[in-house]
Nanobody
């Protein structure tokens, strides 16, 4: 199982950014996909998840600003981030659980300048 994330970078507060994560090695459409983030000195936190059926969950801090989506034809999960705040700055990771083990993509850095 491999997860390849892309799309990080730097943006000014109030701006937008989209992260993507392409997955190989599993039947992507059968799996819940997650986005986590970890800011310096903080624990990794779950930002959003999307079920195989498309049900979504968001942590309160990003509700109404972030949108998770999946493309089961391209085996890709995306995170559209709008109205970014300095506190959204972190390394973002995509993940999924397969056979009892959590698989992680390499993190992608999101920097938000005020």
């Amino acid at each position: 199982v491999q997860l390849q994330a892309s799309g990080g970078g730097s943006v000014q507060a109030g701006g937008s950014m989209t992260l993507s994560c392409t997955v190989t090695g599993i039947m992507f459409s059968h799996y819940t996909m997650n986005w986590f983030r970890q800011a310096p000195g903080k624990q990794r936190e779950l930002v959003s998840s999307i079920s195989p059926g498309g049900s979504t969950n968001y942590t309160d801090a990003v509700k109404e600003r972030f949108t998770i989506s999946r493309d089961n034809y391209r085996d890709t999960v995306s995170l559209q981030m709008n109205t970014l705040k300095p506190e959204d700055a972190a390394v973002y990771y995509c993940s999924t659980r397969h056979r009892g083990r959590e698989y992680w993509g390499r993190g992608t850095q999101v920097t938000v300048s005020s």
